[in-house]
């Protein structure tokens, strides 16, 4: 299995951007569908952000399209995570995800088999 370390969390106003990083180890990086989560205290972990091994097809969701954006670079074994616009709801843990490639747009948390220990985003109002 794939490892990963999430960095470039912080804290913003809202309106601003963050970029996150995610370093893979351990496996082929190109092998693996990459995905981005986020978790509030509380609350369940949701999707965010999808790409597949090529770094052409992405998936969002509703509430981080058009003010989010993911891609990866194979050759650097980084997958990334492009935030503008922040609002305070985006305030959360943020966790980068892989699971091995298999063509398939995965939202669901169940469907990751490597997780990161995830970085603080805070953006204040």
């Known amino acids: 299995q794939v490892q990963l370390v999430e960095s470039g969390g912080g804290l913003v106003q809202a309106g601003g951007s963050l970029r996150l990083s995610c370093v893979a180890s351990g496996d082929t990086f190109s092998r693996y569908t990459m995905g981005w989560f986020r978790q509030d205290p509380g609350k369940e972990r949701e999707f965010v952000a999808g790409?597949?091994?090529?770094?052409?097809?992405?998936w969002y969701a509703d509430s981080v399209k058009g003010r989010f954006t993911i891609s990866r670079e194979n050759a650097k074994n980084t997958v990334y995570l492009q935030m503008s616009s922040l609002k305070p709801e985006d305030t959360a843990f943020y966790y980068c995800?892989?699971?091995?490639?298999?063509?398939?747009?995965?939202?669901?948390?169940?469907?990751?088999?490597?997780w990161g220990q995830g970085t603080q985003v805070t953006v204040s109002s």
């Open positions: 995800a892989a699971r091995k490639r298999d063509g398939r747009y995965s939202s669901l948390v169940a469907d990751y088999g490597s």
């Open positions: 790409i597949l091994w090529n770094g052409v097809d992405t």
